[in-house]
Structures are given as structure tokens and as C-alpha cells.
């Protein structure tokens, strides 16, 4: 049964950092693709990033514009997103999924970002 589980979601000020986490189980890690997305307050699904656990491959989305990184602690396991320079348009609840859509994903975790 997959389990993801997001944390490190919070309320922070436009240019500051996030680090958010997503612990996975349930399912072979070792050869998944584990994608973060995003779910707007319009309730819209943005995709943003993406990595190959097997091969350690990354592709993000390019209106993040460099500012988002996607990592992976194998031994975890844990796939975290460092989300840099926040803007208010971030706002958002933020998923790890292991398809594209965000289909099969995790309860979510809020950031908000705000002056």
C-alpha cells in the first residue's frame, strides 16, 4: 500500500525558504519516479518537479525559474523540495505523488507565503 506523508509546510514571508519533506513506504522506492505538485487555491494541479530515485535524474518545471530543488535521502526514504526566494503566488498545498497528475499522493502539507 503506498504511503507518502508531507511535512514542512508553513506560513513564511515572501523571499524566505522552505524545506519540505516527503516520507514514502509501501511500494519499491528504489525504482520510482516521485514527483512534487501543487494544488492552488483556484484548486488547480501544478506539477513541479520530479526525480528518478534509480538513476537520480531531476526536471522541474520552468516557471519555477531555478528557484526549487528536488532531493532524495534513499535510506529514508525521504524525497524533499527546498523551495527558495518564495513568492506570494506559492501559496499552496503541496503533494508528493508517484505519477505526474498527483494522483496518488500524500494528505499534502500548506505553505503560505505572505507579507
Known amino acids: 500500500q503506498v504511503q507518502l506523508v508531507e511535512s514542512g509546510g508553513g506560513l513564511v514571508q515572501p523571499g524566505e525558504s522552505l524545506r519540505l519533506s516527503c516520507a514514502a513506504s509501501?511500494?519499491?522506492?528504489?525504482?520510482?519516479?516521485i514527483h512534487w505538485v501543487r494544488q492552488t487555491p483556484g484548486n488547480n494541479i501544478e506539477w513541479l518537479a520530479r526525480?528518478?530515485?534509480?538513476?537520480?535524474?531531476?526536471m522541474y518545471s520552468k516557471y519555477l525559474e531555478g528557484r526549487f530543488a528536488i532531493s532524495v535521502d534513499s535510506a529514508t526514504p525521504t524525497v524533499y523540495l527546498q523551495m527558495n526566494r518564495l513568492k506570494t503566488e506559492d501559496t499552496a498545498k503541496y503533494y508528493c505523488?508517484?505519477?505526474?497528475?498527483?494522483?496518488?499522493r500524500g494528505q499534502g502539507t500548506q505553505v503560505t507565503v505572505s507579507a
Open positions: 505523488s508517484i505519477d505526474s497528475q498527483g494522483n496518488t
Open positions: 509501501g511500494f519499491r522506492f528504489s525504482r520510482s519516479i
Open positions: 526525480i528518478d530515485i534509480a538513476t537520480g535524474g531531476e
